[in-house]
């Protein structure tokens, strides 16, 4: 069993920052694959940037260039760097960690940022 708790959500003003952690409850991240989701209201759930266990990333084309996905094992935290935020970023936040079979989710941080 694992828990992940993302935090560092809030309120920002367009063009701002903010970095989303997402913790695990032990050492998964040097073996799991791990993304970072959103969904904005009345929207599905998308992808927005994922790292592997060897630490790859991708991201999704609408947040190329502006936010950076990371991890440390050490501290069993994954981020997610928003830079150049804008309204349309608006959204819960969520982290699935995954391997195989297993797959675990946060309880998602909002973000919410004004015009």
């Known amino acids: 069993q694992v828990q992940l708790v993302e935090s560092g959500g809030g309120l920002v003003q367009a063009g701002g920052s903010l970095r989303l952690s997402c913790a695990a409850s032990?050492?998964?991240?040097?073996?799991?694959?791990t993304e970072w989701y959103r969904r904005a209201p009345g929207q599905i759930r998308v992808l927005v940037a994922g790292?592997?266990?060897?630490?790859?990333?991708n991201y999704a084309d609408f947040v190329k260039g502006r936010f950076t996905i990371s991890k440390d094992n050490a501290k069993n935290t994954v981020y997610l760097q928003m830079d150049n935020l804008n309204p349309t970023d608006t959204a819960i936040y969520y982290c699935?960690?995954?391997?195989?079979?297993?797959?675990?989710w946060g309880q998602g941080t909002q973000v919410t940022v004004s015009s």
């Open positions: 699935n960690a995954h391997l195989g079979a297993s797959s675990w």
């Open positions: 032990r050492t998964i991240f040097n073996i799991y694959h």
């Open positions: 790292i592997s266990n060897t630490d790859e990333t």
